[in-house]
């Protein structure tokens, strides 16, 4: 008698489970869809409309137009002014008025809503005449304010650019979905270790400019606030530099003449406390920017070292805040640099 081996059932074949799922995962996706459409008509939600509006609707007016993509240097005014104009209006005059400023200013270098701003200008049938990205030193480093990756705003020029994808959209931010939201938490932020030299010497809480400590100013401070405004060197990876090649090249792609401009930074009060290093640091970052332009026909314009200590607002605090002749100084190099354009 022979004794046959057990028999065992084959494994299901893998193209009839696959033909089940699939059914399964478009009623699944279907589903999903018409509860993001309905929510999207249902549910109220006014977002503000800030800036990609302002682009928007400014673009739409089809009038001779320049942008300025910068931060608080480009409105701020200091209280001694004869004038509140800021960077933007003084550069119309500069121009004798044969331009139309549009200027997004936001405190703080916001490099990943600047790309997006880049984008809707190179879409639109009315692009700019010209681009004027601000790079303040200050931000160039890897310690990022949450607020400064405005995932928001950088959402809503997306469904600009992308009208199918605004269903979507409004439900995300409805329920205020993580995209929506800051890149980080204010914790997380103060957490930030500081570098200098490549070394960890503490973490953005012990430098806070509120500290108590900050109270009295003596030089050892002093050089404290300038080394975390503007020794912290950003990685290659950081998204601020990627940044500034993509805005080049977009704006390259759409044939738009891109200027990027590097503010003044007060030399002669920071180089006391760092001399040497200081205006070494400062020509790093300048080199950086310079890199990330390579390939394109954008153009960088460097003021970093234009202005004395009395053109900057603040006597004993390292800034890049300007007075009416500062500001006056930035736009007439800015209209001078683009005089053929218009």
Same mark, same amino acid.
């Given at each position: ?11 299901? $074949? ?30 109220? #939600? ?6 990609? +509006?302002?682009? %928007? ?14 931060? +608080? ?23 004798? #008025?044969?331009?139309?400023? !549009?200027?997004?200013? %936001? ?27 601000? &790079? ?6 890897? !310690? ?69 400590? #900050? ?28 940044? &500034? ?55 960088? &314009? ?7 200590? +009395? ?26 640099? $683009?005089?053929?354009?218009?």
């Amino acid at each position: 008698m022979t004794i046959q081996p057990p028999t065992h059932p084959s494994p299901e $074949s893998p193209k009839p489970i696959l033909r089940a799922f699939l059914p399964r995962l478009a009623l699944f996706l279907l589903l999903l869809t018409l509860c993001q459409l309905l929510v999207g008509h249902l549910v109220p #939600y006014t977002p503000d409309a800030g800036n990609p +509006s302002l682009l %928007q609707n400014s673009l739409d007016q089809d009038r001779p137009s320049v942008l300025f993509l910068g931060d +608080s240097v480009m409105r701020f005014a200091d209280r001694s002014d004869a004038s509140a104009a800021g960077i933007a209006t003084l550069f119309r005059k500069a121009a004798e #008025y044969r331009v139309e400023p !549009i200027l997004i200013a %936001q405190g703080g270098m916001h490099m990943d809503a600047f790309r997006h701003y880049a984008k809707l200008a190179a879409t639109h049938p009315n692009k700019p005449k010209a681009v004027f990205i601000e &790079i303040n030193p200050a931000g160039l480093t890897d !310690i990022t304010h949450p607020f400064l990756y405005f995932r928001a705003d950088s959402m809503t020029i997306y469904g600009m650019l992308h009208p199918w994808a605004r269903p979507f959209l409004h439900p995300l931010a409805v329920f205020r979905h993580p995209m929506t939201k800051p890149g980080g938490s204010m914790q997380d932020y103060y957490r930030t270790p500081v570098r200098f030299r490549k070394q960890v010497i503490g973490h953005l809480h012990e430098y806070g400019w509120n500290n108590p400590k #900050y109270r009295k100013i003596t030089t050892a401070h002093q050089r404290e606030k300038i080394l975390t405004r503007y020794f912290c060197e950003p990685k290659s990876t950081n998204f601020k530099i990627r940044a &500034i090649g993509e805005i080049a090249r977009t704006l390259h792609s759409a044939d738009i003449p891109a200027f990027f401009y590097v503010t003044p930074v007060d030399l002669e009060f920071c180089s006391q406390y760092w001399p040497g290093l200081f205006a070494h640091s400062i020509h790093e970052k300048v080199n950086v920017v310079s890199a990330q332009l390579e390939g394109t026909d954008a153009r960088l &314009i460097d003021m970093s070292f234009d202005l004395p200590h +009395s053109a900057f607002s603040y006597a004993d605090y390292p800034n890049e805040h300007l007075k009416l002749v500062g500001r006056g100084h930035v736009a007439q190099v800015l209209a001078d640099a $683009s005089k053929d354009l218009f």
